[in-house]
């Protein structure tokens, strides 16, 4: 499974939009990039996946370069309830054996007034 | 529907006893999981299942056993509890074989298990 790289923490204010990079130089050809949100004491929960391009939908957009070795997940006007840890993955959709998700230690994020 | 269901919620263990961790899940998801999450770090793969009868290890499987006799059920057993297995527990589903993908998980709101 492809490798991911990005930043332990970063804080923003809120209004503003976050991007967070996530680095993943050995993506494989049938691999997405998804991103999960985790606030605390809870499990994490799915924000929006891509394969190339831009995605787009109601929380957050995802930007894939054409190389497709890193990606970015923009967060317009955060607020204080988007402070949480912010996971990248990289693994294909489907598998015939089941997929190894693989989280590392994310990107926590923390927005101030 | 319910989504995804863990329990107990909190749980105290003395190191040699065993319990388990209960998940389901009433989506009619083929595929679960189990991961821990250590304080400080991000989640780690237990053991999942593709299926009823179907189950395969994760990154760090041992110490732990699963079953998948049912679609809606995946039971973690932990068989001889270890101060190391203090951790909080995610159970999690998806639906890969109807429009869905392995990698777009419903969570459940964990377990926090400590082991004296």
């Known amino acids: 499974l492809a490798k991911t790289t990005q930043p332990i923490s970063m804080d923003s204010y809120e209004g503003q939009e976050v991007n967070i990079t996530c680095s993943h130089n050995?993506?494989?050809?049938?691999?997405?990039i998804t991103w999960y949100q985790q606030f605390p004491s809870q499990g994490p929960r799915f924000i929006i996946q891509?394969?190339?391009t831009k995605v787009t939908n109601e929380v957050a957009s995802l930007f894939i370069p054409a190389d497709r070795k890193s990606s970015t997940l923009s967060l317009p006007r955060v607020s204080l309830s988007d402070t949480a840890v912010y996971y990248c993955l990289v693994a294909p959709r489907r598998s015939g054996g089941g997929n190894k998700l693989t989280f590392g230690t994310g990107t926590q994020l923390k927005v101030e007034l | 529907n319910a989504g995804v269901t863990q329990t107990p919620k909190f749980q105290v263990l003395k190191t040699g006893q065993s319990m388990t961790l209960q998940c389901a899940q009433d989506?009619?998801?083929?595929?679960m999981s189990w991961y821990r999450q250590d304080p400080g770090m991000g989640l780690r793969l237990i053991h999942y299942s593709v299926g009823a009868g179907i189950t395969d290890q994760g990154e760090v499987p041992n110490g732990y056993n699963v079953s998948r006799s049912t679609t809606e059920d995946f039971p973690l057993r932990l068989l001889s509890a270890a101060p190391s297995q203090t951790s909080v527990y995610f159970c999690?589903?998806?639906?890969?074989?109807?429009?869905?993908?392995?990698?777009?998980?419903?969570f459940g709101p964990g377990t926090r298990l400590t082991v004296l």
């Open positions: 050995n993506i494989a050809t049938n691999d997405y």
């Open positions: 999690a589903s998806s639906y890969p074989s109807r429009g869905g993908s392995y990698n777009e998980q419903f």
């Open positions: 891509g394969y190339k």
């Open positions: 989506m009619n998801h083929e595929y």
